[in-house]
Structure formats: structure tokens, C-alpha cells
């Protein structure tokens, strides 16, 4: 598939990249109908979140299908059409539980273009409960 891929401070690239897969069983694969970037995107480019390493995918907003789901998926399905966010949540803690998914207890926050790869692809994998 296509992705925009880093490659440190001011160097970017579509690339070809292996598809994502199931990884944890609370995973889902969404094919990307559309994407966007906001003002982190450009600081990451810019060199300043010194977290996000050569080779990653860029991107963390976008609307899609679900393509696949790994075992532990109970909220969405096949077929379905989601949203992308750019905070994930375990959506069973307390926290996640109020609605107050930027507090996350269970492994959110902001991962998706940032620790794992994200949505600048036509496909991601992403973390869902």
C-alpha cells in the first residue's frame, strides 16, 4: 500500500509498505476513505516530537471501513464505517467509561502516527475494545 512515511526533520515520502495486520486481539484493520493532517503532523515534520523515528507512518484523523478485527473487538464489525480519532481509548476504564477518553487509563492517548503507525496509508491497524 501507499503511506507517508518519516524519515526525520523536513523528509518525508510516499512509500510502498506492507499492509498492517491483527496484532492484539482488541485490534481492527480500517481501510482509509479519507485522511487529514492537523498541526501535530507538522510539528512531527518539523523535527519537534523527537519520539516519532525514521520510518513511521504519519497521520492520526481519518474516516473508514473496517476491513477485519481481531477476537477481543466488541464495538465495531466488519463492514463498519468509523472514525479514526486521534486519541484511542481502552473504552473500559473509568475514565473511558465518562467519556473522557484523553485520560485513558487502559494504554490510550496519542499512539496512531506516533508509537505505532497511522493513518496517512490506505489501511491502519488500530486499537479498539
Keep these: 500500500m501507499k503511506a507517508l512515511v518519516y524519515h526525520g526533520p523536513g523528509n518525508k515520502a510516499w512509500e510502498d509498505v506492507d499492509l498492517p495486520v491483527i496484532i492484539d486481539d482488541t485490534d481492527a484493520i480500517v481501510r482509509v476513505d479519507a485522511t487529514t493532517i492537523c498541526g501535530t503532523d507538522l510539528h512531527i515534520l518539523k523535527g519537534d516530537v523527537p519520539a516519532v523515528t525514521d520510518g513511521r507512518i504519519l497521520g492520526h484523523e481519518a474516516v473508514g471501513t473496517v476491513e477485519s478485527v481481531g477476537t477481543g473487538v466488541k464495538r465495531v464489525r466488519v463492514g463498519d464505517k ?33 508509537t505505532i503507525d497511522g493513518t496517512q496509508a490506505e489501511y491502519v491497524r488500530v486499537p479498539y475494545a
Design 82 to 114: 468509523v472514525l479514526v480519532s486521534c486519541v484511542s481509548s481502552c473504552g473500559t476504564c473509568r475514565f473511558c467509561r465518562e467519556g473522557r477518553y484523553g485520560q485513558c487509563l487502559g494504554g490510550g492517548g496519542w499512539i496512531l502516527g506516533n
